[in-house]
């Protein structure tokens, strides 16, 4: 039987981080679990702390005197908290995070014991890396993987625990997580951007992406949950009929949070405030039993972490509040699933934002430049941005006319659509003056310092412009944002590097003055963009005819998609950017499409396991009612029975031929999966999962709810979407 049992049971009179004191306010006791570089002054004398803001700023190498020096800091400040354990703290290709604790202990040489923690512990430690996704990396080498401090990332302490954030990499010095191509690929984009920078400004010797995600995720009750093993093992529901009321009245979109929600979104923000995850709104979205929560922009580095750290808090708080929290891009049929848009932009050391027009013609000049530069990036490797969000549950999202079509376009809206119109008019070679102050004045000079009340929001975009950040939607709930970032930095900055060189080319050749070189490049640049803007619905059928023309790839499937990680021209451009090698991508394009079998695995076989233990026997036990309702009805009436009994009799076929239906869904998928596991090529295999295995899922399902709606209510076994869904 499905319970309801559980429901606000537990007393939540504490916090996870226990405070005597709640009514302290969040700027007071923003990051008070973080060791940032302010505490950390604190315990440096000022050589040393001028050397360990030299190592975070330029990414120098951190001597071991040093490093020793901020390994006693930090357990100073750790004991000083209450922490009794450490973790390197990193990011496998699972897309968890992973942690090891060790206690702070050891045995004293005069025979007691005391807590150790020196740089040895601080800045490098060797998890087995044979338990973690790798590709093949570990399996021609060693299985020993290495995780390395990342000091530009602050410790904190979660659960009295110091967490150190690492990259993890194979003892050959692959990367094994997302942190360490991220890192590389932050580098890459800050030497591209800082040389563009510095046409206009000398002053800028740096330039870091920021990111600003905004996290989707849907909350159910603990106790309906557990009554549903599809949830539990694949994060999704795999069958269960349609809510008679669903999302069609828009009711849940912004209204009020449900009071017990609101008591979790509390605690998670306290939580947050500890933790220096700067969370700033919070809204019910468009499904009923779903939310949203959204941090202040950070860079990148720093805001992929958050992002991972939050949703592992957002876990144990949520099984606190006796909530099942769901992170997957499509956990119900027909109603939204899950997103978590990536707000980027690009930053100087000088306070500037590189995608906000400015207020003289000059600045937006430069804003132009990265603009244009951006969009002619992602046209040059729409494939791979693409790539870079595909997964088995983001498949289910993209093109589902609630989330961007899995083909790549940039919105720009119609002021900057008309401002690239006038800019490729501009005349080739030398421009006169007249047409020089003509620009200036009309068209970049006219460019509004604020964008961002953009009316023409386009929501079907997947890449959209929104003022003074590029918003990148196809992105899934459950990604780890490190991957679309990396894809995304590093072919911006391959493309700032190309565009680099045909400015300085015209200067030294055609001795042309920098805004002149410019004005001719960007024009150049805009025609070739326009394959890729597009302002119209994402979701029509008439886009995907002009796209096809357009050459723009429409990869729907993962296992398609993910091809573009291994083309030459990702490869070249990873390699060039010193981001990841061949062989790392090769790795990661392994991992990715094994993941994709198993995720497609798991689901087929948890179907196969509740379609035949849970639906075929509650049916037959129904239909067993239906039978001796029957027999009744003619015993009492004989051979009068018929017309009185028509109705059951129709029921009792239809429920058969459902229940034979199933069966032989099952037998045939086990089937499927038997001819697909023989196969040892990643990707074939992942192919023969979609498209032979795949289908079935759906096909079983359509039997398994319409067993829903003539089964006994009181008889089914597991909770109902209803049930799931209108429960807060
Ligand atoms: P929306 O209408 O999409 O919710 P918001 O203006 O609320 O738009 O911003 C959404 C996200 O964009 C927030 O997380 C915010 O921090 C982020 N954001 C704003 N400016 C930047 C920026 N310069 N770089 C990166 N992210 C940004
Ligand atoms: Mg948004």
């Known amino acids: 039987m499905r319970t309801h049992l559980s429901r606000n049971s537990n007393s939540k009179s504490t916090y996870l981080s226990e405070s005597p004191e709640r009514a302290i306010s969040y700027s007071a006791m923003f990051g008070e679990n973080v060791f940032n570089l302010h505490k950390l002054k604190q315990y440096l004398n000022t050589e040393a702390f001028e050397q360990i803001s030299e190592v975070i700023d330029k990414g120098s190498t951190i001597s071991r005197g040093l490093a020793d020096q901020i390994a006693v800091a930090m357990k100073s400040w750790a004991l000083s908290k209450g922490a009794t354990h450490y973790t390197h703290w990193f990011q496998p290709l699972t897309g968890a995070t992973a942690e090891k604790h060790d206690a702070f202990l050891d045995f004293s040489p005069e025979g007691g014991v005391l807590e150790k923690f020196d740089a040895d512990q601080l800045v490098q430690q060797e998890p087995d890396a044979s338990s973690f996704p790798s590709g093949g990396i570990r399996n021609t080498f060693e299985a020993r993987g290495y995780t390395a401090w990342d000091p530009t990332s602050p410790a904190f302490i979660f659960d009295k625990t110091l967490c150190i954030p ?77 809510s008679s009321k669903g999302q069609q009245l828009d009711d849940h979109y912004f209204g009020s949070i449900p009071t017990r929600v609101l008591q979790f979104m509390k605690e998670l923000e306290y939580e947050c405030m500890l933790l220096g995850i700067p969370v700033k709104t919070r809204h019910n979205e468009v499904a009923p039993s779903q939310f949203e929560l959204a941090p202040i922009f950070e860079e990148a580095n720093l805001a992929v ?135 200036k004045l009309n068209v970049i000079g006219k460019i509004p310092s604020i964008l961002l009340d953009n009316t023409d929001r386009n929501r079907t975009s997947p890449f959209a412009f929104t003022g003074n950040k590029f918003e990148f939607r196809a992105v ?177 076929e239809q429920i058969s031929k459902h229940i034979a239906e199933i069966n032989t869904g099952v037998t045939q998928m086990i089937e499927a999966r038997k001819k697909a596991n023989l196969l040892h090529d990643a990707k074939e295999k992942a192919m023969q999962y979609r498209q032979e295995v795949f289908p079935f899922l759906a096909a079983i399902r359509y039997h398994c709810d319409k067993l829903e709606l003539l089964v006994d209510d009181q008889l089914w076994p597991m909770s109902k979407y209803r049930e799931l869904l209108f429960n807060l």
């Not at 890192?183 to 800082?194: E, P, Q």
């Not at 920078?197 to 996290?215: H, M």
């Not at 009750?221 to 529901?237: E, M, Y």
């Open 476 to 652: 899934g709930s459950k990604a780890n944002c490190a991957k679309p970032m990396t894809a995304l930095n590093t072919m911006v900055a391959d493309q700032l590097n190309r565009f680099k060189a045909l400015v300085e080319a015209l200067i030294q050749e055609k001795n042309m003055k920098k805004d002149d070189a410019f004005f001719n490049v960007l024009r150049d640049e805009i025609k070739h963009i326009k394959t890729i803007l597009f302002e119209g619905d994402g979701y029509s059928d008439s886009w995907e005819k002009e796209a096809a023309k357009r050459s723009l790839s429409n990869n729907k499937t993962t296992p398609e998609a993910l091809y573009a990680y291994i083309s030459k021209s990702s490869i070249a451009l990873f390699e060039s950017q010193n981001v990841l090698t061949a062989r790392e991508l090769e790795a990661r394009y392994t991992v990715d499409l094994e993941e994709y079998t198993m995720r497609v695995q798991i689901e087929a076989r948890t179907l196969g396991d509740i379609a035949r233990n849970h639906i075929i026997p509650t049916a037959v036990k129904y239909q067993n009612t239906l039978i001796e309702n029957v027999r009744g009805i003619k015993e009492i009436y004989g051979n009068q029975f018929k017309p009185l009994a028509a109705e059951q009799m129709a029921l009792i």
């Open 166 to 242: 690492t990259i993890f990499v194979s003892y050959t010095g692959e990367a094994l997580d997302f942190k360490t191509p991220l890192l590389k690929s932050i580098h890459a984009i800050d030497s591209a951007a800082t040389a563009i920078c510095k046409y206009f400004d000398k002053n800028v010797s740096k330039v870091i992406p920021t990111l600003g995600w905004e996290q989707e995720y849907f909350l159910i009750d603990k106790a309906t949950a557990s009554s549903r093993p599809d949830l539990l093992l694949t994060g999704r529901t795999l069958m269960g009929h349609a």
């Open 305 to 439: 972490d958050h992002n991972s750290l939050l949703m592992d808090v957002m876990t144990k708080v949520a099984a606190k509040h006796d909530f099942e929290i769901l992170f997957h891009e499509k956990p119900f049929a027909g109603i939204n699933g899950s997103g978590k848009h990536n707000n980027w932009s690009l930053a100087t050391n000088t306070g500037v934002n590189l995608l906000s027009p400015g207020k003289t013609p000059m600045s937006n000049l430069q804003f132009l430049a990265f603009f244009i530069n951006t969009i002619k990036a992602v046209l040059n490797h729409e494939a791979l941005l693409r790539a870079s969000i595909a997964s088995a549950s983001n498949d289910h999202r993209l093109g589902a006319n609630e989330a961007p079509p899995a083909i790549i376009s940039v919105f720009v809206g119609k002021q900057l659509t008309k401002v690239l119109e006038d800019l490729e008019q501009v005349s080739k070679g030398k421009l006169s003056p007249q047409e020089k102050t003509d620009l």
